[in-house]
């Protein structure tokens, strides 16, 4: 035992003798010192479940992350001086970073119809997202936004704003929106259809300004060789990988195929990944590797394809599904990801094929060492914000992912993609004070970090446990209970409003 654990082991000591004269914090207000006691902590960075710890955070910091001896917590009640303002007893808890939600749109209204925005925030926050990336919504708003969560005025996580670049016509206008971008403060910049010399200068751009780019690459001119040769930071969801892998270069779309018609577009993606041809599929991944292109597939968002009535069907609609959100996931074609009317079992049977190939690419991708974060981009497509999160999770294990890293997937890996990972991501001393704490082992099962919970057999009864219990972002602390009460009571009255 060194000198530095021996004095850890006595502060630990002290502050579990502390512990039952302390408070428990108060949802949304920040505490000078905070202390998470006795917490099993699983870190950002891929190593497996350890503590039990104490995680001391001060202001908006973790202070120390204390590892304590077994055998002197179970002794307890000896005398200490009270150290922290604050206590949240994480016995039989898990403590991990904050999620962070590579792939997010900050939306106040959906179909022309209002929602508000507490509504996104408050979920955000009960799943345990601390930190989301806005990749497309009202910029100067999301710009707003993030300095009132900056400044602690609002309830939400924090946030990045990557706005869509827009339509531009030539490669002067692509240059100039960048920079008009950059000026209004923006994180990065998100592209979406373009053509190749337009890509090229706005990437070129935004490097010379520091931007980070994130590509969801269309059916379009460009594919993921694109994203290799211009320097993206990510690619979103996963058009252009498989593209750049088939050998016609062409995918075998029937002669009828429109692609602004959106049942189209949906049901041929679903004949994407069995076109893309093995070895070049590989040689297309190598270079992503080898040009630092991550990949944040949002796995969440397509799986209505493969499962329509599942996503139609999800249990916490019941009672947190936001009526204007209801009426946006209904078939409609006028509205973006709506597209399943006349959606078939044939179309189902592909989609199962393609995601199996595709996690495949995924899990070949990680292999060869290559970076994979983490979105859900709800909102559209039947997912919840923050829930989809969750299932993305739950997908990656799908694809065989072992829990510890998809956990360093949705925390650590992203804190890479936006450039934070001195910061953010981990349960370390010196990081910003982003975590959750979990009512269950969320490496044994992902859905504890659903904050409806899950159903549990203990003792031969039925106990509902899980859930995230407290968030914790930029140091002030937020139960996570009372924010889905406060969802809940927003729906029940936007539903009567309806009436
Ligand atoms: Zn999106």
Redesign the pocket.
């Known amino acids: 035992m060194t000198f530095r654990t021996i004095l850890d082991f006595g502060g630990a000591l002290a502050l579990a003798g502390a512990l039952g004269a302390q408070p428990l914090p108060a949802s949304g207000q920040r505490v000078h010192r905070l202390l998470i006691h006795n917490a099993t902590v699983v870190d950002g960075n891929g190593t497996p479940a350890a503590g039990p710890k104490d995680i001391l955070i001060e202001n908006n910091l973790i202070a120390d992350v204390i590892p304590l001896d077994p055998v002197a917590v179970a002794r307890g009640g000896n005398a200490g001086t009270a150290q922290a303002d604050a206590v949240i007893d994480a016995t039989g808890k898990y403590v991990l970073p904050g999620l962070i939600n590579a792939?997010a749109?900050l939306q106040e209204e959906r179909g022309g119809r209002p929602q508000p925005i507490e509504y996104e925030l408050d979920i955000w926050l009960a799943c345990g997202i601390t930190t989301v990336r806005d990749?497309?919504s009202d910029t100067r708003r999301a710009l707003e936004l993030r300095r009132q969560s900056a400044e602690g005025e609002i309830a939400a996580p924090r946030i990045f704003v990557y706005p869509m670049l827009g339509r531009v016509r030539t490669t002067e206008e692509a240059r100039a929106r960048v920079r008009s971008l950059k000026e209004m403060g923006a994180d990065g910049v998100k592209l979406l259809g373009i053509d190749r010399d337009l890509m090229g200068a706005t990437e070129d751009e935004a490097h010379k300004l520091g931007l980070r780019v994130a590509h969801?690459v269309g059916v379009e001119e460009t594919n993921a060789w694109d994203d290799i040769r211009f320097g993206t930071t990510s690619i979103?969801h996963w058009y252009g990988i498989p593209d750049a892998a088939i050998e016609s270069g062409v995918q075998n779309f029937p002669s009828s195929y429109n692609y602004n018609n959106e049942t189209d577009r949906f049901r041929y993606a679903g004949h994407l990944w069995r076109e893309a041809n093995p070895e070049r599929l590989t040689k297309v991944l190598q270079a992503m590797v080898d040009h630092n292109v991550a990949w944040d597939p949002t796995l969440d968002i397509y799986e209505a394809s493969r499962d329509l009535q599942r996503a139609q069907t999800q249990p916490w609609f019941a009672e947190y599904l936001h009526p204007t959100l209801a009426e946006y996931f209904k078939p409609n074609p006028a509205n973006h990801g709506s597209y399943f009317i006349g959606w078939t079992s044939t179309d189902e049977q592909f989609w199962k094929e393609n995601y199996r190939i595709w996690m495949d690419a995924l899990r070949q991708f990680d292999r060869l060492g290559g970076l994979i974060g983490m979105g859900d981009?709800a909102g559209f497509i039947y997912q919840l914000y923050g829930f989809g999160l969750i299932r993305g999770m739950e997908l990656h294990q799908e694809a065989g992912f072992h829990p510890i890293k998809i956990i360093q997937q949705a925390t650590g890996n992203n804190a890479r993609i936006l450039g934070q990972e001195q910061h953010l991501g981990r349960v370390r001393a010196g990081f910003a004070a982003d975590l959750i704490v979990v009512n269950g082992n969320p490496l044994e099962n992902l859905k504890v970090l659903y904050p409806t919970g899950v159903d549990e057999i203990r003792g031969g009864k039925v106990v509902h446990t899980g859930g995230v219990e407290w968030t914790i972002k930029d140091g002030i602390p937020y139960h996570a209970p009372t924010l889905m009460a406060r969802v809940k009571a927003m729906v029940a009255e936007a539903r009567v409003g309806k009436r």
């Open positions: 792939h749109h990749v497309g969801h979103e981009d």
